[in-house]
Every structure is written in C-alpha cells, then in structure tokens.
Nanobody
Framework: QVQLVESGGGLVQPGGSLRLSCAASGFTLDYYAIGWFRQAPGKEREGVSCISSSDGDTVYRDSVKGRFTISRDNAKNTVYLQMNSLKPEDTAVYYC??????????????????WGQGTQVTVSS
C-alpha cells in the first residue's frame, strides 16, 4: 500500500523553526519527485517546494526562498522540509506528495499521484 505520512508540525512563535518529515511506505522515493504544498483556511492550496527524483534539483516559491530547505534521504525513504524564520503567513496545513519520474521543476498538483494526510503548522505569538 502506497502511503505518505507527514510529521513535525506544531505551534511555533514567529522567527522560530520547524522540520517537517514526509515518510514513504509501499514504494521507493528514489524515482519520485516530492513536493510540499500548503493550504491555509479560506485559501487555495499552493506549492511550497519540490525536489526532483534525479539529481535533487530543488524549487521554492518566492515567499519561502532563503528560509525553507527541502532535502531527501533515500536511505530512510524520507523527505524533509526545514523551515526557518517562520512567519504568521506560513500558517497552514502542509502536505507532501509524490510524482513519479519527475527529474526537474515543480509539476502541477494534478501530476502528484500520492498525497499525505497533512500536518498543521501554526506560527503565532
């Protein structure tokens, strides 16, 4: 059974950090691009970052560049999203998703065939 499970969300003060994990089971992440998406209440889902299946090409949305870092550990079948200097506007449910065979860029959500259940990130003082 193909499954993605996110963890690491929580409540953090502005300026703080969190590391989200996306653990895969039932398939090997090596051949998949992994994207992180987020959705805040009343807003559309948006892509945050993506790491390719090949050479680890990474893409970030402008608002998180320099603050977030995506990485993958194929030995652990896990992808991480390190989030630093968090802002209240980063508050959302964060989802990871897998797209098979993507070697570069950030595909549209429709290309991601497997999704996790999401983890809540709340940035507030």
């Amino acid at each position: 059974q193909v499954q993605l499970v996110e963890s690491g969300g929580g409540l953090v003060q502005p300026g703080g950090s969190l590391r989200l994990s996306c653990a895969a089971s039932g398939f090997t992440l090596d051949y998949y691009a992994i994207g992180w998406f987020r959705q805040a209440p009343g807003k559309e889902r948006e892509g945050v970052s993506c790491i390719s299946s090949s050479d680890g090409d990474t893409v970030y949305r402008d608002s998180v560049k320099g603050r977030f870092t995506i990485s993958r550990d194929n030995a652990k079948n896990t992808v991480y999203l390190q989030m630093n200097s968090l802002k209240p506007e980063d508050t959302a449910v964060y989802y990871c998703a897998a797209a098979e065979g993507v070697v570069a860029g950030f595909p549209p959500p429709a290309d991601f065939g497997s999704w996790g259940q999401g983890t809540q990130v709340t940035v507030s003082s």
